[in-house]
């Protein structure tokens, strides 16, 4: 599957750069911008795939594990998530990490396709509690690349941190460009 996913990143034309950031590191947050497609997640698959990167989990919203494809979707390493009522994920996440010797969780920071101004932020606070690095990884479809940038170490100033993730994505197109981040 491997040659094959790679095949396929090569007749589409998309490069994938910075995998190796992650090699050292056991346990991490990836997350993901811009978000506008649902053509993101075979995208993510195929790169996942391609390289080698197969303990990446994804937190998708609930509706995706119902039948009939919801055992494909944790077939394929993902975690439901009930949006429609308060829940402490930020906690479930970290206790998952603190079970989990090599657990990775890819994460949308928008929580949506549609355009939004900030990140939602529960990505942060799960790298802050299970103390793990996030790795942020861009899906820009103007230039046909995946990057996965080095890793980012959460501080002590939660606004600053924020600003500077931000920051990294602002401007990136997505699939879809006028909901791009």
């Known amino acids: 599957m491997k040659k094959f996913c790679r095949w396929i990143l090569n007749l589409i034309n998309w490069k994938v750069v910075g995998t190796e950031n992650m090699i050292p590191f056991r346990q991490y947050v990836v997350i993901v911008a811009s978000h506008t497609s649902n053509w993101d997640f075979p995208l993510g698959i195929v790169v996942r795939t391609a390289f080698d990167l197969q303990k990446i989990k994804f937190l998708g919203k609930s509706s995706l594990f119902k039948w009939p494809h919801g055992f494909l979707f944790r077939?394929?390493?993902?975690?439901?998530?009930?949006?429609?009522?308060?829940?402490?994920?930020?906690?479930?996440?970290?206790?998952?990490?603190?079970?989990?010797?090599?657990?990775?969780?890819?994460?949308?920071?928008?929580?949506?396709?549609?355009?939004?101004?900030?990140?939602?932020?529960?990505?942060?606070?799960?790298?802050?509690?299970?103390?793990?690095p996030i790795f942020r990884c861009k899906f820009d479809y103007f230039q046909k690349i995946v990057s996965f940038d080095v890793p980012f170490f959460v501080g002590n100033d939660a606004a600053e941190d924020l600003k500077v993730i931000e920051d990294y994505f602002r401007g990136t197109p997505g699939k879809i460009p006028a909901l791009s981040f």
């Not at 009930?82 to 090599?102: A, H, P, T």
Request: net charge positive.
């Open 75 to 132: 077939w394929l390493g993902g975690f439901p998530v009930e949006r429609s009522k308060r829940s402490n994920l930020v906690q479930d996440c970290i206790e998952l990490f603190k079970k989990n010797g090599d657990l990775c969780i890819i994460i949308s920071p928008e929580g949506t396709r549609k355009k939004v101004e900030k990140f939602k932020t529960g990505y942060y606070y799960i790298a802050k509690g299970a103390n793990i």
